[in-house]
């Protein structure tokens, strides 16, 4: 045998996973709503280099990630080839999955709709990144009201959701509420001044000769377990509950003995199965008419039902907790976790996250949207979203092939890209100009497109404390800076940035779409603001249990 073998899944084009460039994000005023500083997020641009966008400041934040990712039918390829189609959505799927592991807490949860075309795979490939061990279950979602008649095989009925939790030792997923149903079961047949009650069988499947006796009842009628049955509970503790008025006989004495269960003794929520039925959660249908309130000129094909939403985030997470979905599609995960009072980011590419997704958050934030959960939670408008786009590639060749700045990107765009480039954070020093970005309190970086002169690194380092050191960056510098203080580093642009990433490339989507609607190139406006400064910024081109 091989060291270190391992099992694991293996596919064409595995562990050739591209070197993404960490982008900024521009933000689009005229498509912003509502309270600015609410916290949510709705990015239009191609979702890897979007994820890639929230890694440095979102890492180890996201509470829960519902995605919906395309279902890899095999009409998502012109060419369809098995080995090859199953490879190309994997290496769709991996690098997405690697970046959303790292964005979520420790304490947080993935959840993903998937049919049964690529779950056993997508089941493989998440037991290698996330780990088998937090691995937490597969949710089976009824989808159809009723069977497909003219199915080739079998009717297919269902939907997986798998679940993992980025570490299983210690998330636990929350109750779900109680339902007017659920309490409706509760009797108080005896007037018992406990309150509602209702009875649970005495005797259990377990034998046992100490819980093995008989029971007189009121009528004088001998009782014993069932065989192989025993009683719940001692002789001695039987007898404590009959003094307690907590057995209950029936109205004429005359019935096998039961335990009242008070319903002020009864936990505040319900552990959740893992077979969820249309009835509680809706199905696509019901998701389609909900699609129908923002477009019905251009519904989805297989959208997902707000109270299936809204049951995974009662089980997932609580009120301000941060919910991301990468495949926002139609914009419903937002829409729900919005209703509920999470934070969010959903990250959509193509024309329809304005046709689709702001329209809808539009009127969620509004209040005009009533449809969904909106009745159950009495949803009545408030709160507020940001509306981002993904800035151009900071690098791109010039018509003889050398790599040079983008020129869309302005001064301040220049040094935002440079900082996330270079792992600092961008927070410009109000009266300091070279303290552009900090890595620390103490370490920091200064981008310039000027050429630097030796004068001017001098006034820079007499500025300087002892213990600050400075990386600087700029287009060209006089050879008697490079090694003129110890605490200051001078780097050339781009030359400081070639090989680190894949620059230029606007679109890792492997033309996996199974959406009804042609996704049009983006186009960057010459002259964006930084989304952490911007004013205006020209457009830049988605049971019954509740009622």
Same mark, same amino acid.
């Given at each position: ?62 509470? +829960? ?408 960056? +700029? ?5 008697? +800076? ?18 680190? +990433? ?46």
């Amino acid at each position: 045998m091989k060291p270190n073998q391992k099992l694991e899944l293996t596919w064409i084009g595995k562990g050739e996973e591209p070197k993404l460039e960490p982008r900024i994000l521009i933000e689009q005023p005229e498509y912003s709503c509502g309270d600015p500083g609410s916290g949510n997020m709705l990015i239009q641009g191609d979702n890897l280099l979007a994820l890639k966008a929230l890694e440095q400041d979102y890492a180890g934040k996201v509470k +829960c990630i519902y995605i919906d990712p395309p279902y890899n039918t095999g009409n998502a390829f012109e060419h369809y080839d098995d080995g090859i189609e199953h490879s190309q959505w994997l290496n769709l799927m991996a690098p997405r999955l690697k970046i959303l592991r790292d964005l979520l807490a420790n304490d947080g949860s993935i959840w993903i709709s998937i049919d049964d075309d690529e779950s056993h795979y997508l089941k493989v490939l998440c037991d290698e990144i996330f780990g088998r061990r937090n691995f937490v279950n597969n949710v089976i979602w009824e989808k159809k009201y009723s069977p497909q008649n003219d199915a080739k095989w079998l009717s297919d009925s269902h939907d997986h959701i798998l679940v993992y939790a980025k570490n299983k030792e210690i998330w636990r997923p929350y109750l779900l509420p109680r339902t007017e149903e659920m309490d409706k079961r509760y009797k108080n047949y005896d007037n018992d001044l406990r309150g509602l009650w209702k009875s649970s069988d005495l005797s259990v499947k377990t034998y046992s000769s100490s819980t093995d006796y008989p029971i007189q009842i009121p009528s004088g009628r001998i009782v014993n377990p069932p065989a192989g049955y025993s009683w719940r509970v001692s002789k001695e503790k039987f007898e404590e509950l009959v003094k307690d008025n907590r057995i209950w006989f029936g109205k004429d004495g005359n019935n096998v003995p039961s335990i009242k269960r008070f319903l002020s003794d009864v936990q505040e929520g319900l552990v959740s199965k893992t077979i969820w039925y249309r009835i509680e959660v809706g199905d696509n249908q019901d998701a389609k008419r909900e699609g129908k309130q923002f477009n019905s000129e251009n519904v989805f094909a297989t959208p997902k039902p707000e109270k299936l939403v809204y049951r995974i985030m009662a089980l997932a997470s609580r009120e301000g907790d941060l919910v991301l979905d990468s495949f926002l599609g139609s914009g419903t995960t937002a829409a729900v976790v919005h209703k509920m009072g999470r934070k969010w980011i959903g990250i959509e590419l193509g024309e329809h996250a304005k046709t689709h997704c702001y329209s809808r958050l539009k009127q969620v934030v509004d209040g005009t949207d009533q449809g969904g959960i909106s009745k159950a939670v009495e949803w009545q408008g408030g709160g507020g979203f940001r509306f981002y786009t993904l800035a151009p590639s900071l690098l791109n060749r010039d018509k003889y092939g050398n790599w040079i700045i983008s020129k869309k990107y302005n001064p301040d765009m220049l040094a935002a890209a440079m900082a996330k480039q270079e792992g600092f954070r961008y927070l410009p020093d109000e009266h300091v100009y070279w303290k552009q970005a900090r890595s620390s309190e103490k370490d920091f970086l200064f981008t310039t497109t000027g050429f630097m002169t030796v004068e001017m690194l001098d006034g820079i380092h007499e500025e300087m404390q002892p213990d600050e050191s400075l990386l600087l960056a +700029c287009k060209a510098y006089q050879k008697e +800076c490079a090694h003129r203080y110890p605490n200051i580093s001078i780097k050339k642009i781009p030359n400081m940035l070639l090989g680190r +990433c894949e620059f230029g490339r606007e679109d890792y989507s492997l033309n996996i779409v199974q959406v009804p609607y042609d996704r049009a190139e983006e186009e960057v406006p010459d002259e964006p603001e930084l989304a952490i400064e911007s004013e205006e910024v020209e457009e830049s081109r988605q049971t019954d249990l509740f009622e």
